[in-house]
């Protein structure tokens, strides 16, 4: 983990990228906090059609969850925690889990799922 965030003061579950990409191409359900800041969340994130993600910046979150805050997690088997390197996601689903919500950290964060992202350049040309 990341040295600038602390360690969570529970076990966090970790899910590989692999394991994740391999539930969204089978069509489960996946819920997704996104903690990176949103200028990052809105430049790519995970995404699918079974896929509901939510950015709320992990830096909102460093004096702990608001009840506000704790109600727009989204509901997962677990919800799966994401930043850049998987530092701040970690401590995060940390603060999640103390607040009772099941949650797992993307181990290596974005960086990790860049490993498996499938990019696809689309044809501009439509023939109009």
Known sequence: MDDAFP???VNVESIASEALKERIDA???VAVL???AE???EEWGIDGDS????????FEL??????EQLDRVPEGDPTVVVCAKGGSSEYVAGLLVEEGVDAANLDRGMEGWASVYEYRELDADTGA
């Open 7 to 9: 360690e969570p003061d």
């Open 27 to 29: 069509g489960e359900p």
């Open 34 to 36: 996104d903690v990176r």
């Open 39 to 41: 200028s990052e969340y």
């Open 51 to 58: 896929v509901e993600v939510v950015n709320l910046p992990y």
């Open 62 to 67: 460093l004096d702990g969850a608001s009840e």
